[in-house]
């Protein structure tokens, strides 16, 4: 198929590059020419514009920071500009409302648009290992699926459109709470006398296990390879983690659900933010050493 991809970044690199792998036809665009660069290295044409980019396409696929820069993209430069009937897919995190203003207008335009954000980071979307979380009409997701199973080993239908977006929140509301317990478990044990090692491997096999500790180590030299082995450098920027923290609260907020941990959490993370933003959301640990 020939498919758009606008966003190039941690996450939309990889992604951009296992859809050249399953042998589709890329057409990249992101505003950072070094972003561009790599894509064109992973076999991908790349464009000036993102209405170049959807020009003719089957399918466009859209991994972008925030709600807002999504909106204006697809409304200034895919919408009208990709070919009726395409099929609009928005991995990006963002919130529930925009999600569904936007599969609107895009179905008024004759397009069929899904929300499909996507959990995993960056080491699952460089190996075409994510899980999709897809909100949409059952035609919405019989399209998205065989393009998004190109980048993923799950593709789950969570619903009608923005339900996609309501799955990733609550997942990063669970995320964010366990990966700041497993720092405070470490961080005592590290009091306590204990060697992280050793605790890792009691916990890990214990009840306190999370992704957050096996998949994610927050400690240096423990665990499988994470973004606190690279000083927290990559991985999963604390600013976007925030940035679902409070997409989250706000989805509380409106639909009356009580979320204390959740509150909680967000206020951490503002606060860790102010200096670490860039830093990978683990490093929250170093606040509780
Ligand atoms: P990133 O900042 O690395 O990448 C975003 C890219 O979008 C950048 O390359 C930027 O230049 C580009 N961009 C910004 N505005 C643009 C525009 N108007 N047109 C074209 N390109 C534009 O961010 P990321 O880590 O790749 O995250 C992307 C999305 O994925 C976010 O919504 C994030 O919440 C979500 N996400 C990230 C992770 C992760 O581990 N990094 C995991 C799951 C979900």
């Known amino acids: 198929m020939k498919i758009a991809f606008i966003g190039l970044g941690n996450m939309g690199g990889g992604m951009a590059a296992n859809l050249v792998k399953a042998g589709h036809e890329v057409r990249a665009f992101d505003l950072a020419e070094p972003a561009l660069a790599a894509a064109r290295e992973n076999g991908c044409e790349t464009f000036g514009t993102a ?58 335009q004759g397009y069929v648009m899904a929300d499909a954000p996507v959990s995993g980071g960056i080491a699952a979307a460089n190996a075409g290992t994510l899980t999709f979380m897809v909100g949409g009409s059952d035609e919405a997701f019989s399209r998205a699926e065989p393009i998004l199973a190109a980048m993923g080993k799950a593709v789950i239908h969570a619903g009608d459109s923005g339900a996609g977006e309501a799955a990733k929140l609550c997942n990063n509301l669970i995320l964010a709470a366990t990966m700041i317990a497993t720092c405070e478990g470490f961080a005592l044990a590290e009091k306590l006398g204990l060697d992280p090692q050793v605790f890792y491997d009691i916990s890990s ?7 957050s500790m096996t998949s994610y180590c927050p400690v240096p030299g423990v665990g499988p390879q994470s973004p606190s082995d690279n000083d927290y450098q990559g991985g999963f920027a604390t600013a976007l983690m925030l940035k679902d923290l409070k997409l989250a609260m706000e989805a509380a907020e409106t639909s009356g659900a009580p979320t204390p941990l959740g509150r909680h959490a967000k206020e951490l993370y503002e606060a860790f933010a102010a200096e670490n933003g860039g830093l990978d959301f683990s490093a929250i640990i170093k606040t509780l050493r």
């Open 51 to 108: 209405k170049e980019a959807v020009a003719g396409v089957e399918a466009a696929v859209s991994m972008l920071p925030n709600g807002a820069i999504v909106k204006a993209v697809y409304e200034n430069d895919v919408f009208g500009h990709a070919p009726e009937g395409a099929a609009l897919l928005d991995c990006s995190t963002i919130d529930v409302a925009t999600a569904r203003e936007l599969s609107e207008e895009a179905g008024a």
């Open 205 to 211: 096999k214990a009840t306190g296990q999370s992704w």
